[in-house]
């Protein structure tokens, strides 16, 4: 019981004595990085995802109006105009055509099929 007490003890001493030693630093010393300058960052990054949710929807959209590419089985991912298109469609063609009318979209800048080809059924 006295080793606990003891070490306790001991710990909050260490704790008191590595206190007195933080300082404050000076204005010069402040980080380059305000408070409101981190709320600008926060802000801007919920703008690009924002954007990049809009363009997503755009390419969907765009595809979906193309009539001749099965939708039902691809996912759209938007980075920074950067577009992927996942999952997978019946035929080749559907797949070459589903980068076509992504590549047209305003905004996109570049296009990676990642589209397998699983003909229906299977």
Not at 14 to 41: F, K, N, R
Not at 83 to 93: D, F, H, R, W, Y
Not at 105 to 117: F, K, M, T, Y
């Amino acid at each position: 019981m006295n080793a606990i007490r003891t070490i306790k003890t001991a710990g909050a001493a260490l704790l008191i004595v590595s206190s007195v030693h933080a300082y404050a630093q000076s204005s010069e010393a402040a980080p380059a990085t305000p408070a409101s300058t981190t709320a600008g960052a926060r802000q801007h990054y919920k703008s690009m995802k924002a954007a990049n949710r809009a363009l997503q929807r755009q390419v969907r959209s765009a595809l979906v109006k193309d009539r001749g590419i099965a939708m039902s089985n691809v996912t759209i991912r938007a980075r920074d105009g950067a577009v992927t298109l996942q999952g997978s469609v019946p035929l080749q063609a559907q797949s070459d055509r589903a980068t076509e009318v992504a590549k047209g979209v305003p905004g996109v800048v570049s296009v990676r099929n990642a589209l397998s080809i699983r003909p229906v059924g299977t």
